[in-house]
Nanobody
Framework: QVQLVESGGGLVQAGGSLRLSCAAS????????MGWFRQAPGKAREFVAA????????VYADSVKGRFTISRDNAKNTVYLQMNSLNSEDTAVYYCAARDYSGSYYNQYGYGYWGQGTQVTVSS
């Protein structure tokens, strides 16, 4: 079993930055990819970014492209989400997820493991 634990959320002013971390533990961890999703109040969960666990391939939602950067540290079994130029529309609970198989990174149902989420609140 794989456990994912997010950290780094909090309250930040518009224009500020935060870095989220997601640490994995459990069985030998070697997913196909890791992703970040978010869910704002009253809205559906949406894709934010994803990264292959090997290689350099990354994918971003259009809404965060150029502002967010996903990265990983395989030795630490950790994936990061650097968020810059935050605005109120980025306010949400952010979840990390892991998938064992290829497929659309955008589809949350392809991810078999999820963290508990971390709250990000951007004040204007």
């Amino acid at each position: 079993q794989v456990q994912l634990v997010e950290s780094g959320g909090g309250l930040v002013q518009a224009g500020g930055s935060l870095r989220l971390s997601c640490a994995a533990s459990g069985r030998t961890f070697n997913p196909y990819a890791m992703g970040w999703f978010r869910q704002a109040p009253g809205k559906a969960r949406e894709f934010v970014a994803a990264i292959r666990w090997s290689g350099a391939s990354t994918v971003y939602a259009d809404s965060v492209k150029g502002r967010f950067t996903i990265s990983r540290d395989n030795a630490k079994n950790t994936v990061y989400l650097q968020m810059n130029s935050l605005n109120s529309e980025d306010t949400a609970v952010y979840y990390c997820a892991a998938r064992d198989y290829s497929g659309s990174y955008y589809n949350q149902y392809g991810y078999g493991y999820w963290g508990q989420g971390t709250q990000v609140t951007v004040s204007s």
